[in-house]
């Protein structure tokens, strides 16, 4: 089974422009990303997928692999399915470019639901971790999942699910944490689909692969990523950096 890990970059970002190019203790952001998924020796290979020069330039020029993205995207799923589409590979890992400290132990979570699935019943692998705190359930900032018995993924909202009509029954809440395994058919699949109706409401593209009947396994971690979306996002990273 070949695996690759793939960070799709974009340069531009509404809450912080070139955010990704941004000094981190002497590397770029996406640098550190890059070689933080290489460290993990996980993935037969590594690859940044963009669609600036800027970022295509950094990579390459630093001995990593990158991949200019051809086409305009609206998605994540869309650029990486762009990418691997002449690939030789069986698993796809979607790492955030905004997480410069990706962790081995996340990424062997999802990894292993492929290597016990030999009937290749599992489409794509995700994480999700429960929450308690009331502001965090209503955050709709924080995309929550809700899974049948063998923990497939029955559907993701911004949305409180489920709703709480009555609170003693012993429901758990939980976000779902944005790191995806793909099988790399779910990948182009889900690139020749049109976007419905529920991912263009929620804004959610995990939905179309549930509205085209694509099983999502969902798999619970503590893991809570460390993403740099703002100037104090990037400030909060400087100091961990000096503290590892």
């Known amino acids: 089974m070949k695996i ?10 509404t ?36 669609d600036s020069d800027l970022i295509f330039n950094e990579i390459v020029a630093k001995g990593g692999k990158a991949i200019m993205s051809i086409k305009e995207h609206e998605s994540g ?18 790492v955030q470019g905004d997480e410069p400290f990706t962790e081995a132990g996340p990424l062997e979570q999802v990894l292993t639901v492929f290597r016990n699935d030999p009937d ?7 994480l999700m971790r429960e929450i308690t705190d009331e502001e965090e359930i209503n955050n709709p900032n924080n995309v929550k999942v809700v899974v049948d018995q063998s923990n497939f993924a029955l559907y993701f909202s911004r949305s409180v699910i489920p709703y709480p009509r009555d609170k003693d029954v012993g429901v758990r809440y939980f976000q779902h944490i944005g790191i995806y395994a793909f099988r790399k058919q779910a990948l182009l699949d889900f690139h020749s689909l049109p976007m419905k109706s529920l991912e263009a409401s929620e804004k959610l593209e995990q939905l179309r692969y549930l509205e085209f009947g694509k099983r999502i396994k969902m798999v619970e971690t503590t893991h809570v990523g460390i ?13 961990i950096l000096k503290d590892i």
């Open 4 to 13: 690759i890990a793939v960070i799709p970059a974009r340069y531009a970002s």
């Open 15 to 50: 809450r912080f422009p070139a955010k990704l190019m941004q000094d981190l203790g002497g590397k770029t952001v996406i640098l550190r990303t890059y070689e933080a998924a290489v460290a993990t020796k996980l993935f037969d290979d590594v690859f940044v997928v963009t």
């Open 77 to 94: 799923s869309d650029r990486i399915a762009e990418a691997v589409a002449n690939l030789d590979v069986d698993i796809v890992v979607n």
């Open 120 to 126: 290749h019943k599992v489409d794509l692998a995700s």
């Open 227 to 239: 993403g740099i979306d703002t100037a104090e996002d990037l400030e909060k990273a400087r100091a």
